[in-house]
């Protein structure tokens, strides 16, 4: 993790990882904006998935990047 993070971004970043993968529409509003904020410092990795087998329409979901709780397990290495 970052050592630039602000509290509430730590915060952010702490109620992702304990959670695993998070759907985007279930981040409190008032973490939401922060979301962005972690995205470009390459903390958080914000990706689709289907929720339902039958239904076409993908979800956004957010979680730590590098965690291999997620569909594709891919790990990310800074260059």
Known sequence: MS???TEFEKDVYDFVKGRGEVL?????ARMSGV???LKNKR???VFK???CRW???K????RIRG?????RGEKWFDT
Request: net charge positive; charged share 25%; aromatic share 4%.
């Open 3 to 5: 050592d630039n993070l």
């Open 24 to 28: 985007t529409s279930n981040v409190p």
């Open 35 to 37: 979301v962005s904020n």
């Open 43 to 45: 903390v958080i990795e």
């Open 49 to 51: 998935k289907s929720t």
């Open 55 to 57: 239904a076409s329409r």
């Open 59 to 62: 979800r956004k979901f957010v």
């Open 67 to 71: 965690s291999e709780n997620g569909s």
